[in-house]
Every structure is written in structure tokens, then in C-alpha cells.
């Protein structure tokens, strides 16, 4: 693996000193566990509104899939459940670098879906209503429309679904200048400070436990990513998610043949703000089997199944891990949070080589290039592959955020201004009805997001 250590190296959201508070708030009206996009972007419009918010990271912000995924800011083919909170979302993105005083790399580029096969193509034109609907400005191009948007490329593709007012930002950057935010307007962001559990009175939330001490609060919000699960099993509940691991590598600086998002050609491709390309493969999706595999098995069923040819499965010492570690724990010593600060799984070198011929065969000219920086994380997914955003009922006071399924980033911060407004009571003008947990347990009809 070649690593910059230039400002564009991703990596320096996850491999600087961790940062432990010298002391904390006694006290808040909102504690949030995790400094992901979700996480840092509820904290930021809480404390826009005057609340009192402590923000909690037991690693680095943006330090796991937050600071490692493909920084795509995409309307297109979303689940119609995530429209709504998604155009919200581009309207703070638009508006986000003036607002903040912060860069985060943010262009609105477009994103678009290119196929060879009539089948897909006719797929990405299903799809087209559901556009019309929202008034997004989704179009289709022709074979030859799409030269005019991708150069250079040897694909045979018929044809693509193209959305213009689609974006892209630095992932890297987005999350810790919206965190620097935060804290400016009055949130409290602690890294180095992992949350052991919570304190209940007669069923509700009365504090949060933390490795530095206890903050007295009625309200906690768990945006923990791939660690909720494991967080919320420890209270009680039982939220089906699992982890999916992603590969992905970034190019030199190098000439520019689009502008924007591709999906197509075995890959997903984005134009870097320093000018050069993140880079993932659509063929693979590794994960690693658990004993959480076989506990959500009959729920995850259907995604398999959705996803089987694509689905890389592997046993090794993520299953024994899992199996070590326990499913609660005493808060007056360290929890599993404090002996793993950062999920910083490997690169896949078989995917990095795939990724490299996909590459050279859709580009010629950059067949042999090297790539400066290659990466994984850890995508938490649910098992209809949208998010759960809730209070839970069985503990008043707790709220989820999680399983975005690798598709957060860009819809991160009109989640967050969701859950801030359903959080201090005040309407955010976005239904959220449709991601709660038990969804998954009440017989509901499971509605599979493919749009993905």
C-alpha cells in the first residue's frame, strides 16, 4: 500500500494520537455516542438550537466508515423511504461550507449510472417516476449523450441514468470541520472517550456512563455505527445489523475524464477534490461470518440472496473476537469500546488488484497507474439496507441512528437534522416513521432497498 501523508491522505482521520479530555461535563441535556456524519451533524443543530449536547468518540472523529467511504452525495436511485431526508441533506450541503467557514470539499458534479447491459438500463428507467416525483432533475443519456460526460472510456454501455444536481465532498475533511462546528456554537466533542453504557430511573435515561466519569442527562442518542448493535444487546435490545467490509483506493492526480460520480465499468469512481479518483469495486462485498451471522440470519436472508453473487464470505478471527466478547459488562471497568478505539480492518489485495484491472480496462491510458493510498472499513447495514432512526420504546429517552448501510455520508447531515428536531421536539418537516426498529419484528412486509 502506498500512503501520502499529504492533506488528501484519508487516512489521517484514523491514524493520529487519540485525544482524551483532560475533563468532562458533569452534565447535558443531549449525550451522542459516536463522531461519525450522523453523529457530528445532530450535535451540530442541537446546539444551534440552544441545547446543551456532549458528543462522545472513542477513537478519532470521522475515524472509521465516516472518514473511509466513497464521499458520494447522491439523490439518485435512493430508496424512496431516504428521499426526503436526502434533499433536505443536499440543501445543507450546498449551504454548509458558507455557513461553517470550513471547506469539505463539497462540488455538485452529478452522478451517473452507466450500464452495457438493456436489462440495467431499463432498471435505472423504473426508477424515473420516483424522480418526477420528488421534482429531482434525474434524466436518461444516450450512448452517445454519455460521451460527452465520460471521456476516453472503452465501455460498450448503452446508455445511463444521469442526475445533474448530485454531488460530492471530502470525506476526510466533512465530518471534523462539521465537529469544529459544533463545538463553536456550543457542543461539547470529546474524543478519546468511549460510553460504557446508561443509567435508568424507573425505565429512563438518567446518564451516561463514559471511561472519564458519568454526564447526568435524560437523553442519549447511539450513532455508533458498526458498534451499535453491540451497544444496544448490552440494554437489552435486539437491533439486527451486521457489518459488511469495503476496499477502496484513491489515484494520483491524474487528467480528468468526468467530473463527478460514476457508477459502471465493475466500479464506483469519484473525482477527488486534489484531482485525482477514489475508486471501489462493485463486484465484491466481503463479510466476515459471526456469530451475529447466524443470530439475524432468517432476517438478512432476503439481501443475501439479493446480493449472492457479489457476497464474499469468510470465517477467521472476527468470529472468535464476537465470541469472546461479552454481551454486557460492568461500567465501573473498561468495556470492549476501550480495547478497540478504531475498527481499521486491511485492505483487500485481491480487491486492489481487481479494482487496478477494472480500472486500466475502462481507461486505458491509466493502466499502470499506482495507487497513492488504499483502505477498508467496517459498513454497518440493517436488513432491508435502510437506516433505523428512533426513540426506543422499550427505554424512553435512548435514541438510534444507524444501519446506513454504506450509503450515509451523503445523507448525513439531513439525518441529523432529523434527529436533532425529533430529539428537542421541534418539526423538522421530515417523517421518520419509516426507520423504526420494529419494523423488523412486527410483521411488517420486509421492503428490500435496491437502489442502492
Known amino acids: 500500500m502506498y500512503v501520502s501523508m499529504s492533506n488528501y491522505a484519508v487516512s489521517q482521520t484514523w491514524t493520529k494520537p487519540i485525544t482524551a479530555p483532560e475533563h468532562i461535563p458533569h452534565s447535558a441535556d443531549v449525550v451522542i455516542i459516536g463522531g461519525g456524519i450522523v453523529g457530528v451533524t445532530t450535535a451540530y443543530f442541537l446546539a444551534k438550537n440552544g441545547i446543551k449536547v456532549v458528543l462522545c468518540e472513542k477513537g478519532h472523529i470521522a475515524g472509521e466508515q465516516s472518514g473511509r467511504n466513497w464521499g458520494w452525495v447522491r439523490k439518485q436511485c435512493r430508496d424512496e423511504r431516504e428521499l426526503p431526508m436526502m434533499i433536505k441533506s443536499m440543501e445543507i450541503w450546498r449551504q454548509l461550507e458558507s455557513e461553517i467557514g470550513e471547506n469539505v470539499g463539497f462540488n455538485e458534479t452529478g452522478c451517473i449510472y452507466a450500464t452495457d447491459s438493456e436489462k440495467e438500463l431499463e432498471k435505472f428507467e423504473r426508477w424515473l417516476p420516483t424522480a418526477r416525483k420528488y421534482g429531482l432533475d434525474t434524466r436518461m443519456l444516450s450512448a452517445k449523450e454519455l460521451e460527452n460526460h465520460v471521456k476516453d472510456a472503452t465501455a460498450d454501455w448503452v446508455g445511463a441514468l444521469h442526475t445533474p444536481s448530485d454531488g460530492r465532498a471530502e470525506p476526510h475533511k466533512a465530518a471534523p470541520a462539521i465537529a469544529r462546528a459544533a463545538a463553536r456554537v456550543g457542543a461539547t466533542i470529546l474524543t478519546g472517550t468511549a460510553v460504557r453504557g446508561i443509567e435508568t430511573t424507573t425505565g429512563r435515561v438518567t446518564a451516561a456512563v463514559t471511561e472519564h466519569g458519568i454526564i447526568k442527562t435524560d437523553q442519549v442518542l447511539c450513532a455508533g455505527g458498526a458498534w451499535t448493535s453491540m451497544f444496544c444487546r448490552s440494554l437489552g435490545i435486539n437491533l439486527p445489523q451486521l457489518k459488511v467490509k469495503g476496499t477502496v483506493v484513491r489515484t494520483p492526480p491524474i487528467d480528468k475524464v468526468f467530473d463527478g460520480e460514476l457508477y459502471g465499468g465493475k466500479l464506483g469512481i469519484r473525482r477527488r477534490e486534489d484531482g485525482g479518483y477514489t475508486i471501489a469495486s462493485e463486484n465484491y462485498m466481503n463479510h466476515a461470518v459471526t456469530p451475529s451471522t447466524f443470530r439475524f440470519m432468517f432476517k438478512f436472508f432476503p439481501a443475501l440472496m439479493d446480493n449472492f453473487s457479489i457476497m464474499r464470505l469468510s470465517v477467521g478471527r472476527d468470529f472468535f473476537n464476537e465470541l469472546r466478547t461479552p454481551t454486557n459488562w460492568p461500567l465501573n471497568l473498561p468495556s470492549p469500546f476501550e480495547k478497540c478505539r478504531v475498527l481499521n480492518p486491511d485492505p483487500d489485495q485481491k480487491i486492489i488488484a481487481s479494482i487496478n484491472k477494472d480500472f486500466g480496462n475502462l481507461f486505458p491510458g491509466f493502466r499502470d497507474i499506482e495507487f497513492v493510498e488504499s483502505w477498508a472499513g467496517m459498513i454497518e447495514t440493517t436488513p432491508d439496507v435502510v437506516p433505523v ?64
Open 389 to 452: 432512526i428512533e426513540e426506543n420504546r422499550k427505554i424512553p429517552g435512548f435514541y438510534i441512528a444507524t444501519g446506513f448501510s454504506g450509503h450515509g455520508f451523503g445523507i448525513g447531515p439531513g439525518a441529523g437534522y432529523a434527529i436533532a428536531g425529533l430529539m428537542s421536539g421541534k418539526d423538522s418537516g421530515i417523517d421518520l416513521s419509516a426507520f423504526k426498529l420494529d419494523r423488523f419484528f412486527d410483521g411488517s412486509k420486509m421492503i428490500l432497498n435496491k437502489q442502492v
